[in-house]
């Protein structure tokens, strides 16, 4: 069995306005294939009601750290209200989204990705002591890597939303 250690919980982000829902899908998408994480979406579910649509998003991309860890981010992208809206810019006309978007992302630093040291009592325990006593510097280094891609990504998305705050509705 796997030792995951949660390094970020819950970060939130909130917003209410114009956006783009493909847009934001890609930019998202996007970081993600830049930085070489490996891409799970485990949840895309889109629901409409009279109020809007009411979209879902989980997605747990993960990164192969070294032979031992591995990085994992849970992203949760909650979007309610969303009403399909046309901006006039300029001479062009844009199709954007209005709504709100409630999202969450957690950080997790996974242990013996390949559950080779948890056989045994014995091996789980050598586990233990190598991975707290010689290899803390380690597990640290994966601790910041994980914290640094998720407030990487968390500024991308932030600076988007505001992007589109500042140039459609002001």
Known sequence: MVERTLVID???L???????????YNLIAGWFYEKSWDWYEKL???QVMPSGKQI???LEPWKSASDFNKLKMAIKVIMTDVKD????AGK????????VIH???DGYVISDRKGKWKSRPFYWFL????EKYFFRHHFAKMERWIESDVEDIHQKIKNYLNVFKYTYEA
Request: charged share 15%; hydrophobic share 50%.
């Open 56 to 58: 879902l998003w989980v």
């Open 92 to 99: 062009e006309n844009l199709h954007l989204n209005h709504g």
């Open 44 to 46: 895309n579910q889109e």
């Open 10 to 12: 819950h970060l939130r």
């Open 85 to 88: 809206v046309d901006v006039a």
């Open 103 to 105: 999202m969450t992302i």
């Open 14 to 24: 909130n917003y209410e306005g114009l956006f783009n829902a493909a847009e934001l």
């Open 127 to 130: 586990g233990v002591l190598a």
